[in-house]
């Protein structure tokens, strides 16, 4: 993990001097959070899961995701990281070996505390960067709603997948039903962070066109109905293989690009948070 000391006086000309080692919180001192939170109230907390990812993609794909864009997003907005959270909610992945899933109980739970011992310590404005896509964020959703409502503080989730769709449509190659699971973006962008851990290969299309209701490409216009999967029928739908779409047209260069737009939708985000919202804290309580 790289170490960038963020607002360091007479070495960053980023008004502020909050004297930070590393973005990531767990890389500093208590004193260092102290000083950060009498100029700053803003953490970023990056969640992802570790789940099977097909035959040419790691399991930690969407935490890796999630770690890397908020490290990259603390770097170039100076602020503090929250310690990754590895693990998400991804039952029906459990088709295939080495998945790790939590109930959705113990995630509202983690995440809950999390960021309730955040705020009792001071920050007011918490962005929870979410590299699982849509089967973590009923989970997240219940969680910050409940933060909102008893504490006053501030929560979103940026979702890499929604916050880049504009740019992720305009970019993508495959046709649709192309988006779906260690499908063409996701592929294209881990092949810009992390190419060493891909096996370009193993990489296998899987267009899996169902009834218009249940077509699960974001990029697809249309009405849609909600049915879960179960560990069978994802096995089966999957092709055997743990990929939805495909990942046979990624390249890296989308990937740069992709991010690219990411890590610019999600400054303005911060900057937005930072400048413009207003946070009256009701309560700060530990844990219990
Ligand atoms: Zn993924």
């Known amino acids: 993990m790289s170490l960038r000391k963020i607002c360091c006086a007479g070495e960053s000309n980023v008004k502020g001097s909050y004297f930070m080692k590393s973005v990531w919180l767990q890389e500093n001192k208590w004193e260092d959070v102290e000083r950060y939170l009498q100029k700053k109230k803003t953490i970023i907390v990056p969640v992802g899961s570790v789940e099977q990812h097909a035959k040419h993609l790691p399991l930690g794909t969407d ?26 909610w991804a039952p029906h992945h459990m088709a295939f070996p080495g998945t790790i899933t939590l109930r959705p109980e113990t995630l509202i739970s983690l995440m809950y505390d999390i960021c309730k011992s955040l705020i009792y310590h001071g920050f007011e404005k918490i962005i929870i960067i979410n590299g699982h896509r849509e089967a973590n964020l009923p989970p997240l959703k219940i969680a910050i709603t409940k933060l909102r409502n008893e504490t006053g503080a501030f929560l979103a989730i940026a979702d890499p997948f929604y916050i880049a769709k504009k740019i992720g449509g305009e970019i993508k190659k495959s046709e649709p039903g192309g988006a779906g699971h260690a499908d063409e973006m996701e592929t294209s962008h881990m092949l810009h962070l992390m190419p060493e851990l891909l096996e370009m290969d193993k990489a296998v299309r899987n267009i899996h066109l169902k009834h218009p209701f249940l ?74």
Request: charged residues 25%; glycine residues 8%.
């Open 63 to 88: 935490s890796f995701v999630a770690n890397k864009v908020a490290e990259d997003l603390g770097q170039q907005t100076d602020t503090l990281v929250a310690p990754p959270n590895w693990v998400g």
């Open 215 to 288: 077509q699960h490409d974001p990029f697809v216009e249309g009405d849609t109905i909600f049915v879960p999967s179960d560990v069978a029928g994802y096995r089966e739908g999957s092709k055997n293989i743990g990929v939805v779409g495909d990942p046979t047209v990624s390249t890296a260069e989308n990937g740069k690009t992709y991010h690219r737009e990411l890590m610019k939708n999600l400054i303005e985000f911060v900057r937005y948070c930072e400048e413009e919202v207003e946070v009256t804290i009701r309560k700060r309580e530990i844990p219990l």
